[in-house]
């Protein structure tokens, strides 16, 4: 296999405090020592700081031109050659981490790419929107795609592969040839005003999993009901990847990340925020030691419905594991999912009630 | 792990031609080489025959005896004893071949077995009456057992493991938390009268391929429908492994083997040989030139209806690789199946009538 090198977009940040050092490692993995060109002449000691590049405290500066490189994420397309990458990664031994998505990635996204890449040798990023998970008066054709801007993220994040197949690749007897369905779990909830969503899910995972062979596969816990069915799921089909669910990423204002954001117009943006505000009030009725159900529930809808143009589809009371679901007292470990049209943008969120904000 | 070793049944089979040899090598794999004592001096070089004991030609003579050491068939019954197993071959870079059988164990699962010892380094032969690939009217609790006779047998034919799971080891959330359906193809022939059975069978190979992370996996192509359905999912859901068809293996007077052959009585084996009988007299209605689908059928049809305790649920023609049905002409590639119930015990039965007997 032919690998390119590049400059990654952080090649600059790097940690120096005072005096300027010869040479310094960068953080993360694929990363090469780099010269440093001190400004001033001093000793020559580097600290270097662990901290990935978000939590880089300000105070330190960067002295000198730094040279680093780093593995080019490469692109591959056809199901063929990611089969060949996979046996020879398998054949040195080495790691998987799978991070399947539908592509146009935020932060959310990135910190599971980020979490892969501790964890695994080998880090896979596929970007494909799902047709068969959208139900036909859903939004597949105008669920929005960047790929060059994701290739970018992806690279900066030090995924080795991204995996960007055709709809004729993982379909390649048509789309509904062979179906993996979880029962009971896939009906509630959101499944229950998306017949056959998490049907598709299931079939399209199943396929990156044994195509992509993964020790680990990361999935964000904002789609909490996909991750609970991708989890049973591999349990009972005995699949070998380990199901690594990660927390869910907000703005600073509150706001769940999601790809579907960018199509909230300034007025629906502000009024989405009422989710995560009827979340945590939720919670801190919980937290003064409320359990009965309807009036968790309620606190949280009076939140959101107090905005003109929000469409609650469900708000409820689950068991975190098996998503039990609860309508009269609650336990002491539950979480509250919801999902809520707002400005006709389906949004999701969810919180567990029982942690500490 | 901790390795037993046993002095296989077939230890006595060696290549040897004229004289004597001092070492030899015995067929297949996990064989340690052997010490023969001659019975007339001679020169100490020995032919090592490559065939398998079917094909050893009568003329070779044993002169010594052989000392020959072989693996012990390993049992395992726990999902992941498997797993741990599994890992530490793959760890290796060794291939695993696996044979999937409902046990009771006949001629044709030997030959699969063969194959799969012939192929890859570990073999691994599954043992699994499957409950969700039987309707409620079936055969699931009569369906004949015996782990003892399948272990000798398995043993024999040099597998490393004998996987014998629990309903509940391979049902941890009980029978039909998760599906896996291969649409339209189980509709069909079997499946018409059989609702749910390829789903239970796609269910459980599913399951069985991930435990075992098979590089190669056998199916006889006795049930010719569940091998194509099998091949059709794997690939639909990208699954590594290689789906190998192996031919169907009859009885010297044409009776394909079955593990409910052993519930016929002996009149109603006897009419049994008319499924075989059809098929080869269409096969040479076939051979002259005959292209006539109703026609091939009826030659079939007539051969077994002629016989008192006969019921045919169906017979027909389809493509040998995608099952497409012919009702009118047929092409120069045709498959014709059939299931018949004979005195009360179900057959299938399949031929090609394009191959010369």
Request: hydrophobic share 40%; net charge positive; charged share 20%.
């Amino acid at each position: 296999m032919r690998q390119r090198w590049f400059v990654p977009e952080r090649s600059g940040i790097l940690s120096l405090e005072g005096a300027a050092a010869p040479y310094a490692a960068i953080w993360g993995r694929d990363v090469l020592t780099a010269r440093l060109y001190p400004k001033y002449a001093a000793t020559p000691t580097a600290g270097v700081h662990p901290a990935t590049p978000q939590s880089f405290p300000r105070k330190y500066i960067f002295y000198g031109i730094i040279m680093t490189l780093s593995k080019e994420t490469r692109i591959i397309r056809d199901a063929k050659e990611l089969s060949a990458f996979v046996k020879s990664v398998k054949h040195d031994n080495k790691t998987i981490g799978l991070v399947p998505t539908m592509g146009y990635l935020h932060e959310g996204h990135l910190s599971l790419i980020r979490a892969a890449r501790a964890k695994a040798d080998v880090v896979i990023v596929s970007d494909f929107v799902n047709p068969t998970q959208f139900g036909p008066s859903e939004d597949y054709a105008t669920y929005p795609r960047d790929e060059q801007a994701d290739l970018a993220k992806v690279q900066s994040c030090g995924a080795d592969i991204l995996f960007i197949p055709t709809v004729e690749t993982l379909y390649p007897n048509g789309q509904g040839s062979t179906w993996v369905e979880v029962q009971n779990l896939g009906n509630i909830l959101c499944g229950a005003s998306r017949p056959g969503h998490f049907r598709g899910v299931a079939t399209v995972v199943t396929k990156l999993l044994w195509l992509s062979q993964a020790d680990y596969a990361f999935f964000g816990e904002k789609d909490y009901q996909q991750l609970t069915i991708l989890r049973r799921m591999a349990q009972d089909l005995g699949c070998p990847t380990e199901i690594i669910g990660m927390p869910l990423v907000r703005e600073p204002d509150g706001l769940a990340l999601s790809s579907r954001n960018v199509r909230l117009s300034p007025d629906a943006r502000k009024q989405a925020l009422s989710l995560s505000r009827g979340l945590k009030k939720a919670r801190a009725l919980f937290g003064q030691g409320c359990r009965d159900a309807q009036k968790l529930i309620a606190e949280a809808q009076s939140e959101i419905a107090a905005q003109p143009d929000t469409e609650i589809q469900y708000i409820s009371l689950a068991h975190p594991d098996t998503l039990e679901l609860y309508t009269q007292q609650v336990p002491d470990q539950v979480m509250m999912l919801m999902a809520v049209k707002v400005g006709g943008v389906r949004l999701i969120d969810n919180m567990r009630m029982d942690e500490r904000c």
